[in-house]
């Protein structure tokens, strides 16, 4: 009885042996398992033109934004999508009065509480004189975009972006203009306009720690692409800006895994740079990227990057890459992927020109 006893106990000490062996693999491996198999979904909305966007408010539940047109008659109808289950459905919510001609940006704060830029009623009567937001007003839903008010919007100038952090404080991004709101869209106060910028991307890491960039990119007159970067920084949830030292040309990707540790991808010379400081100095990772576009690190070896219709996937910090996925078209439009999103863990969404939505698990 004892040696049974005995026998008994020394396999379940291998057993946790084995287990914590492999445990440890693991925390050395030091990497989140992997997106492997990128599928496009099905959902019940007319095939759709394009889709500029989609943003994730957890894995469940996300939003994408985009236009309608047959491939006959190529009327466009804006339209706005959402899932509520991780993609496996989709439902299409209404627009009025939000905005009869589309939605610019959107931006959740939760599953229920969501903001978005769209079409100033006031602004579309016939008649109506300019006004400095250029006919644009900040909505607010507080059921998952069941339904939408327009915000006052004192001093809004207008948004190509939009950030959320609660219900109260968001910030508005313009070409160069950052303006800051601290009353729930009320009111609209611009904190930095600098010579350069045209912010296109916004990453907080960090609920006070936030990063933009840009820059300018236009064509030559003798031909070629000018191309000049810019990098801004903010410690107090956008109250105040610094513009950082940039010497290197247009950011296409900005990713941040932390405060003080982020990537940045540029064009057309398709680089890859790191900082640990908080982008105080920037390291060349990589001169020679396959991909520069929509790119989302989700820790500081793993990230996803696109390139016209492919999904990159690199497991070295930007080292090496591979192509994880290539979308067919499906219309008389190109299938270019216009935005990416990792949400959590081991899942990814992307939308294309051509209104395809693709989902990657492990």
């Known amino acids: 009885m004892r040696a049974s006893f005995l026998s008994v ?36 909305a007319p095939q759709l ?20 047109a047959s491939d006959a008659a190529s009327v466009y109808q804006p339209t706005l999508l959402s899932t509520r289950n991780g993609g496996d459905t989709w439902q299409q919510l209404p627009l009025r009065p939000l905005s009869p001609n589309g939605v610019r940006a959107i931006s959740p704060v939760s599953e229920q509480l969501v903001y978005a830029v ?23 839903s507080t059921n998952g975009g ?16 939009l950030h959320f952090s609660s219900e109260q404080t968001g910030l508005s991004f313009k070409n160069n203009i950052i303006q800051r709101t601290t009353d729930g869209g009320a009111s609209w106060t611009t904190v930095s306009a600098p010579a350069v910028g045209d912010w296109r991307l916004v990453e907080f890491p960090a609920a006070a720690v936030g990063y933009v960039g840009g820059g300018s990119l236009s064509s030559g007159v003798a031909g070629g692409i000018f191309s000049r970067g810019a990098l801004a920084k903010t410690t107090d949830q956008g109250a105040n800006w610094q513009v950082l030292p940039w010497p290197h040309q247009y950011i296409q990707s900005l990713s941040f895994v932390s405060p003080a540790v982020g990537f940045a991808a540029t064009v057309p010379e398709r680089h890859l740079y790191k900082t640990r400081d908080g982008g105080s100095t920037w390291t060349l990772i990589n001169d020679h990227l ?59 969404f992307a939308v294309t020109s051509d209104g395809q939505v693709i989902r990657g698990t492990r």
């Open 9 to 44: 106990s020394l396999l379940l000490l291998l057993g946790l042996a084995a287990g914590c062996g492999s445990d440890a693999d693991s925390a050395t491996s030091g990497l989140l398992l992997p997106i492997t198999r990128w599928q496009t979904l099905s959902y019940s």
């Open 49 to 68: 033109q394009g889709f500029a966007d989609v943003r994730f408010a957890s894995a469940q539940v996300g939003w994408a934004i985009g236009g309608y």
């Open 118 to 140: 769209g079409s100033d009623p006031a602004a579309l009567a016939v008649g109506a004189p300019p006004t400095p937001s250029g006919g644009q007003v900040v909505f607010k």
């Open 146 to 161: 069941g339904s939408w008010q327009p915000l006052p919007g004192a001093g809004y100038a207008g948004s190509f972006h």
């Open 290 to 348: 396959p991909a520069a576009s929509n790119g989302h690190f989700v820790d500081e070896q793993q990230a996803y990057f696109t390139e016209g219709t492919a999904i990159y996937y690199t497991r070295d910090g930007g080292l090496t890459w591979q192509q994880q996925f290539r979308a067919t078209p499906n219309s008389q439009f190109p299938a270019t992927i216009n935005s990416l999103a990792v949400p959590a863990g081991p899942v990814g």
